[in-house]
């Protein structure tokens, strides 16, 4: 059963990059039958999708915050990681990395347990 | 952006209950929207897919309906693990987008 788990600094100051890693376990990110997925979520708020990153080098991100993300990988640490640049308060929020299979339909079937991140100086 | 409205946003019900949460997005959808559950301090867990498929290992007391503009999330007789926040998720188009979400709590 594949495990997903973030790490990075729970602390970030305003304007400096925010930067996570999710590492997988129990699976390959290398495998053509999911994406790679990043969603946050604001204390108390609902979910937002961040992006995703797919094993063959292609991303989407969501439009909102598009000038300011980055997703890569890492295949022979089994790890994919998420960049963002210029953050704000509002971008405190805990960071989920996520699957996201294909097959039989588009959903997060597995996540990360989470990991907050508070922008304050 | 595809907004996705839930309603209620929250509801209290008794265990034994029927609830249903309704999600309704800005346009057709199809079938492509998902249902999540997620408890305080714990990431989401799917419930269904393709608005009316049981995620495998999820209680069948939970089922989901519709397509189009209208779905539904049913839990026929609520437990008391039930109890938590749902949001429904759209992946018709990116950016891929959930709904604001329904608190379940208990009466």
């Known amino acids: 059963q594949v495990q997903l788990q973030e790490s990075g600094p729970g602390l970030v100051k305003p304007s400096q990059t925010l930067s996570l890693t999710c590492t997988v376990s129990?699976?390959?990110?290398?495998?053509?039958?999911?994406?790679w997925s990043w969603i946050r979520q604001p204390p108390g708020k609902g979910l937002e999708w961040i992006g995703y990153?797919?094993?063959?080098?292609?991303?989407s991100y969501n439009p909102s915050l598009k000038s300011r993300v980055t997703m890569s990988a890492d295949t022979s640490k089994n790890q994919f990681s998420l960049k963002l640049s210029s953050v704000t308060a509002a971008d405190t929020a805990v960071y989920y990395c996520?699957?996201?299979?294909?097959?039989?339909?588009?959903?997060?079937?597995?996540w990360g347990q989470g990991t907050l991140v508070t922008v304050s100086s | 952006d595809i907004q996705m409205t839930q309603s209620p946003s929250s509801l209290s019900a008794s265990v034994g209950d029927r609830v249903t949460i309704t999600c309704r997005p800005s346009?057709?959808?199809?079938?492509?929207l998902n249902w999540y559950q997620q408890k305080p301090g714990k990431a989401p867990k799917l419930l269904i897919y393709?608005?009316?498929s049981l995620q495998s290992g999820v209680p069948s007391r939970f089922s989901g309906s519709g397509s189009g503009t209208d779905f539904t999330l049913t839990i026929s007789s609520l437990q008391s693990e039930d109890f938590a926040t749902y949001y429904c998720?759209?992946?018709?188009?990116?950016?891929?987008?959930f709904g604001q979400g329904t608190k379940v709590a208990i009466k």
């Open positions: 990153f797919f094993h063959s080098g292609s991303t």
């Open positions: 346009q057709s959808i199809s079938s492509y």
């Open positions: 129990g699976g390959s990110i290398s495998s053509g039958d999911y994406y």
């Open positions: 998720q759209q992946t018709y188009s990116t950016p891929k987008t």
């Open positions: 996520a699957r996201e299979r294909v097959v039989p339909a588009t959903s997060f079937d597995s």
């Open positions: 393709a608005a009316s």
